[in-house]
């Protein structure tokens, strides 16, 4: 065994199959037929890991450009892709502007006041309206302006980003669209992207020249309408048992006990906690999967770890060994939202960097 296995062993793990990224990246990519499609790895690849993410999808598909959040997400996909097109959402700072020259990133210019500050480069920018969601990007007065000036701006893309594209029916959609199309039509050689993941499914005229989806790529559902087809989980969440521990009826367990044995019980810890993601995911009805079946998750969730009812499973099958799914194809990435109340994005986002994370990827045959 080398230090990094026994390592391995001193935390839960988070295993993600790239394999199965890269598919999720075909199944959207193929949604549009003249799009490129592009991957949004900001957060650290919604916390599943940049450093393994974007060089799988940039070595084994078609995908050349990323979208991160900021200008450090950006330096650091520079050293794992020395080619790719970067673009940075949050636009552009005055002391930034020579990393973006030097690291050869792209900065998505959300006013004129980056305009100015962009001006006497040369390099490529990107230019981001906003069509409504009232968040990032040029206001319609500060469009109209951009629009009717001249400018010697190198605009490799000019985008915008959808407020409400996880409900079709939601008329926003369409006026969004309505005005991009209008931007898009007086500056006709530039390429264009409106289409986060949900984005892709409501229709062809929304595609543009880009895509840009994240959630997806990473087996998320924005909202709880069906996924797509083909979009499937990527990863899974496995704990160890730390300890197992028999309780008589009326003790409790765990902070402030507000759980409490009904019966003699035995109880199993487990160690993940709060700190690794595991947000709120239990006070109610948290699920976990251990040898064929489905436990219950009780009491508080600490910080390190938490604690399951293993009273009515045959004890002969446990042990310390066995790894507990915690999120994967049992516990699935629905369940847990429901439990917990959060949405996909904030699961994701949310896992811990604690855990020991371990990458599946296996070559094309
Ligand atoms: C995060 C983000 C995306 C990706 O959105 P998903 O819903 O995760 O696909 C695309 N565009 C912008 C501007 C974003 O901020």
């Known amino acids: 065994m080398t230090a990094a296995d026994i390592f391995a062993n001193a935390s839960a ?5 790239l394999n199965r990224i890269i ?3 075909e199944t959207l990519a193929g949604q549009s037929k003249n799009a490129n499609c592009a991957a949004v790895v900001k957060a650290n690849a919604y916390g599943l890991g940049m450093d393994n993410v974007a060089p799988a999808l940039y070595h084994n598909t078609n995908c050349t450009t990323f979208f991160v959040a900021n200008i450090i997400e950006a330096i650091e996909l520079r050293t794992l892709l020395k080619d790719a097109v970067i673009y940075v959402f949050n636009g552009l700072f005055e002391d930034h502007i020579d990393l973006f020259v030097e690291h050869d990133i792209r900065p998505i210019l959300n006013d004129l006041a ?11 920018c990107a230019i981001h309206f906003d069509t409504g969601i009232n968040r990032l990007g040029f206001s319609e007065h500060e469009t109209e ?5 001249r400018n010697d701006l190198n605009v490799s893309l000019i985008l915008s980003h959808l407020s409400s594209s996880d409900e079709p029916e939601n008329p926003a959609n369409k006026h969004q669209l309505q005005k991009l199309q209008k ?3 007086t500056l006709p050689n530039i390429p264009a992207s409106l289409c986060n993941s949900a984005g892709i499914f409501l229709g062809e005229e929304y595609h543009f020249d880009m895509l840009r989806p994240g959630i997806m790529l990473y087996g998320g559902n924005p909202r709880t309408l069906p996924l797509p087809g083909g979009i499937k989980n990527t990863f899974e969440i496995k ?5 197992i521990r028999e309780l008589k009826t009326g003790m409790s367990v765990g902070y402030n006990g507000i759980w409490t044995a009904q019966k ?6 487990i160690n993940v906690g709060y700190a690794d993601g595991y947000l709120k995911l239990n006070e109610i009805n948290g699920k976990v999967f251990l040898n064929g079946e489905i436990v219950s998750v009780i009491g508080k969730v600490s910080m390190d770890m938490i604690a399951i009812d293993i009273t009515d499973r045959i004890f002969d099958k446990i042990s310390l060994k066995d790894e507990i799914e915690l999120i994967g194809s049992n516990i699935t990435l629905e369940m847990a939202s429901e439990v917990s109340t959060l949405g996909h994005y904030q699961l994701l986002t949310g896992i811990g960097h604690r855990l020991h994370k371990n990458y599946k990827l296996e070559a094309k045959a």
């Open 13 to 17: 793990s988070l295993n993600v199959d």
């Open 23 to 25: 598919e999720n990246y």
């Open 114 to 124: 980056q305009v100015a500050l962009w001006q006497e480069q040369l390099e490529p």
């Open 145 to 149: 302006q951009f629009l009717n000036t």
């Open 183 to 185: 931007i898009s039509n």
């Open 239 to 243: 704990g160890k048992i730390l300890q």
């Open 264 to 269: 003699p019980s035995r109880i199993a810890h």
